[in-house]
């Protein structure tokens, strides 16, 4: 999770998977509606506001999966400078974890007006980092962790050939934080739900990052119970295994075609 960045700028802040179908994946216990809180400060936001709040409400069950929302806070902005000023960085149009809510561009500074298909899925990846960020105690995250729960969750898949690529990577993908391919965070999340435990120990995880913050890779070793040289090597041979089956798949749909006997 490089990250999204379009015409509307998303940012996600809390205390703040064409490829086979992966494992089901379930929201933990009963998600109970949010209280939705739009901020703005000019009258002629509040249209967006309620399409906002509208979004909001009826896309949180992707992040409910994880950990359900009880209040989502948005607030409206009127700038790219506003918006730079509020996360304290200069990168002001892509997705980023800060710790107070999560902040849309007002129409007025938009380009041209974006889609519903393109607003649907900003929020979507908004309300699934939001939820990451707020079982995590608003501490940082791998790159990997939060773009690949972004993509499992929102069932944005990345084809087969992607895993082999991600399995000849070079070492220690799990213990890196930056910001990598999107496919890394993809495979290495489907593995962790497919074969390591599902959400319930990825649960876990973000929940010890909020309590040991500058210990993300012993966390990562105490919650799955082995070394994470061995975590990575299971996943990679877990990758190679995806993209032979991948192969296979295809070679049966691209085989030569059976002729009819005279």
Known sequence: MPRVSVLLAVLVLALTLSAPVPAQVRAEGFAAPAEIKVTYTEPSDAGQADRLRELAARLKAVADQLHPLEEIRIVVVHSPAELSRRLGTEDAVAGVSYVHGILFLSPVSWQRNPTDEALEQEMEQALVRYAAQELAGGNRLPDWLESGLVSVLTKRPFAGATAEAVAQRGPLLLMRFEADDPAVGYWAVRYLVEVRGGLASIRQLLRLTAQRPSSFVENLQLVYGIPA??????????????????????????????????
């Open 229 to 262: 040289g061995e975590l990575e090597r299971d996943w990679r041979r877990w990758l190679h295994e995806q993209a032979e089956a991948e192969k296979k798949r295809e070679g049966r749909r691209e085989g030569p075609l059976v002729r009819d006997r005279d």
